[in-house]
């Protein structure tokens, strides 16, 4: 072979690893806003939830112990999502603050306020009640589905990321390894 077919072909061979490169880095990109896009999902329907199981307590279909209960969880919840610092969020906000045990609380807490007895004698009674039901089951399950979504969005990343030629040419640059969110989401009632 001649010096001329040599450098097109280590040209060619340059060039379909560059568009490698580049297609694995945008990609990478496309999944780490998908991941963002998911969270900030997640946490709209955590936030419904709250409020859904707030005006189970205003409907004063639930009585003042477990009314009480659901009042203090929700609140904390809804606290501290509009408390988030970020001054100090290098992620924008993309981040679940560590609220996962405030949401896993106000889950226990609606399970055992909630059980299948009380949810029958609420749906009978008047519609306030039955109606703010209704919404915290809806959210719920959305809080379900977004949770799914999202830590289905977070294994993708880390599988991409896992792979060597991501690692060894840096294409994820600094961004920071999402982490998947754990808590418990069961549905009451």
């Known amino acids: 072979m001649t010096t001329i077919t040599w450098l097109f ?3 060619a061979v340059l060039l379909a690893l560059a568009w490698y490169l580049s297609y694995t880095a945008a990609r990478l990109d496309r999944l780490h806003a998908k991941v963002e896009g998911a969270l900030s999902a997640l946490d709209a329907h955590v ?3 709250a409020e859904a199981s707030l005006e189970l307590v205003h409907s004063g ?3 003042p112990a477990s009314a009480v209960l659901i009042a203090g969880a929700a609140t904390e919840s809804l606290e501290r999502v509009n408390s988030r610092r970020t001054s100090d969020d290098l992620l924008d906000g993309q981040h679940f603050a560590g609220r996962e045990v405030l949401e896993g609380q ?3 807490v609606l399970s055992a306020a909630l059980p299948p007895d009380v949810v029958r004698e609420i749906r009978g009674g008047d519609g306030a009640g039955a109606e703010a039901l209704d919404r915290i089951r809806a959210a719920g399950l959305r809080v379900q589905l977004a ?3 999202h830590n289905d969005a977070v294994e993708e990343v880390r599988r991409v990321r ?4 991501v690692r ?12 998947t969110v754990e808590f418990d989401d069961t549905l009451p009632g």
């Open 61 to 63: 279909a639930l009585d």
């Open 162 to 165: 896992a792979k060597r030629v």
């Open 106 to 108: 106000l889950s226990e």
């Open 147 to 149: 949770r799914r979504f």
């Open 168 to 179: 060894f040419f840096r294409l994820a640059g600094y961004a920071d390894l999402p982490r």
């Open 47 to 49: 936030v419904r939830r």
């Open 9 to 11: 072909l280590a040209a």
